[in-house]
């Protein structure tokens, strides 16, 4: 009897390309592609050790911390990974929606300086047709005259 040889893994069909990258494969899961180390990594630029010990109450933030030994203990314990884990996506967003508030703002801003360059050219007709301006009207008088 012949051992057994190890099957080669289907070959997808050419009319069924690979999942694109920009199509996660996890919709619904967030932090899928995500490793501990780098939302750790990503966490700590952004508050450093003593903003994250203030964030989240763990003794490895708050006692000689280093990246080694935070992911030693944040592996071996589900429920400080989980609040690390609820920060990261907290943070992520707050960012999502300060870039597309800062995103509507700027729009908002650019429509106004168009139609502020058309307010402006309508102006300016008024004023070469010989209406009074701002500048031309009397002053008015003060209280202290």
């Not at 501990?36 to 952004?46: G, I, S, W």
Request: with cysteine.
């Amino acid at each position: 009897m012949q051992p057994a040889q190890p099957k080669d893994p289907p070959a997808q069909p050419k009319d069924h390309p690979a999942q694109p990258k920009d199509h996660p494969a996890q919709p619904n899961d967030p932090l899928h592609g995500v490793t501990l180390k780098a939302l750790l990594t990503e966490l700590v630029d952004r508050y450093g050790w003593p903003g994250l010990a203030e964030r989240i109450d763990i003794a490895c933030f708050k006692n000689d911390p280093s990246l080694g030994s935070s992911l030693k203990f944040l592996r071996k314990t589900d429920w400080a990974r989980a609040k690390v884990e609820r920060l990261y996506l907290a943070d992520k967003q707050r960012a999502e929606r300060s870039r597309k508030r800062n995103q509507q703002r700027a729009e908002r801003r650019a429509r106004a300086v168009e139609e502020g360059g058309a307010r402006s050219a309508a102006a300016t007709a008024r004023v070469s047709d010989g209406s009074p301006r701002a500048a031309d009207a009397p002053e008015k008088p003060t209280a202290q005259e």
